[in-house]
């Protein structure tokens, strides 16, 4: 049986041998990180040294890090307390902002997929009060980068606080919290090598968000719960391992870039999206011409290829992807997006596998390759 290749990262990493071994050390052994007693002080200990390790690799002070179930739920505690007609957010951001702060406004991004700033600018000037904007560091789907430094000098002169989901960009490029200048900002271990089921919302400030899980005062009072010991420290594990190995996941450009260079060559009509802009080193949003976004996920899955038209969290909708729509991007264009993306132990090898397959789905529906 021909092995399986992954790429689709950005719907959950691989996790990395390194963290599977610490998560079993630690869900091998008991405490409590609330009690008292020396269990309980052990549990402690592992919690706060990875709360050290996770603030290392954001740039951020340890008391700023509340752990969460993963970048949704930190995603919805800062979102639930907005008032909508006093909310910004983009037109791109994912669904743990959008459907959480239904009617909120939505700030246009340009055909590259990048906010418009002169337009979140317009916008802020005409609501009084406003209350909050929310930008994305990465897209999921096309891995753009957001100028949310730039957004965040715009809220805040409008006496506004921004609130920054990074869930696709940590571990995969240097993310400094203090830099951007956000307020909040959200992320997850299992975009980048660590386990499901864990992540955190970083603040600036401890009363700039409400408790959203309450009962038992854990996490400085803002996330009550008895905290996951293990997770926590196997996420602490991956965020060492992110920090020592940034340039690896950096090396991935080459490996994208020379794929999507070839492509263009064999694949007549073929587009790229939001190759105008800054991207995430492992994100290709790709458009095979005539050929749908559902045939292209299941033909490379037969041959032994796993990979995604958009978001995980939008599998199985057969409708335009609402990244692509906002972006001006035509339905017939957008409904033929496959998204690639690589990850720590993608080679060249599974690139070149990939193109093959590409191929060959691409002349099984008709098209004419530009190499024949």
Excluded at 7 to 26: C, M
Excluded at 58 to 72: C, D, E, H, W, Y
Excluded at 272 to 293: D, E, H, Q, Y
Aim: glycine share 12%; with cysteine; hydrophobic share 45%.
């Amino acid at each position: 049986m021909t092995d399986r290749l992954y790429l689709d990262y950005n719907a959950t990493a691989k996790i990395r041998p390194e963290v599977i071994e610490a998560l079993a050390g630690a869900m091998a052994t008991v405490g409590n990180a609330s009690s008292v007693h020396g269990a309980g002080r052990d549990a402690r200990k592992a919690v706060e040294g990875a709360r050290r390790k996770l603030a290392a690799l954001l740039g951020a002070s340890p008391n700023q890090v509340i752990f969460t179930s993963g970048g949704t739920e930190a995603d919805n505690q800062v979102m639930h307390m907005c008032d909508p007609a006093r909310t910004f957010v983009s037109a791109v951001e994912h669904p743990a902002i959008l459907d959480a702060c239904p009617g909120a406004h939505r700030v246009p991004v340009g055909a590259d997929g990048v906010i418009n700033l002169a337009a979140l600018d317009a916008l802020m000037t005409e609501v009084d009060a406003p209350q909050l904007v929310a930008l994305m560091l990465a897209n999921n789907e096309t891995g753009v980068i957001q100028p949310v430094a730039e957004a965040a000098e715009i809220a805040h002169r409008h006496g506004a606080l921004l609130h920054c989901d990074a869930v696709q960009a940590v571990g995969k490029i240097p993310v400094n919290f203090a830099a951007l200048g956000a307020d909040t900002m959200a992320m997850t271990g299992h975009k980048f090598g660590g386990p499901q089921g864990v992540g955190a919302l970083i603040v600036r400030a401890s009363d700039t968000v409400d408790c959203l899980m309450r009962g038992g005062g854990q996490e400085s009072g803002l996330r009550g719960g008895t905290e996951s010991v293990a997770h926590i420290t196997a996420l602490g594990v991956a965020a060492e391992i992110a920090v020592e190995r940034m340039d690896g996941y950096a090396a991935l450009a080459g490996l994208r870039d020379g794929m999507e260079a070839r492509l263009v060559q064999t694949t007549p009509g073929m587009q790229i999206f939001g190759a105008g802009a800054a991207r995430l080193p492992n994100t290709s949003k790709l458009m095979m011409p005539g050929v749908s976004s559902e045939t292209q996920v299941m033909s490379f899955d037969l041959a032994g290829i796993e990979l995604s038209a958009g978001s995980a969290c939008s599998a199985g909708r057969i409708e335009p992807p609402y990244v692509l729509t906002a972006m001006g991007v035509p339905d017939s264009n957008a409904l033929c997006a496959l998204r690639v993306s690589l990850g720590w132990d993608t080679a060249e090898a599974d690139i070149e596998r990939f193109i093959a397959e590409w191929g060959k789905i691409f002349e099984r529906a008709g098209g004419t390759s530009a190499a024949e």
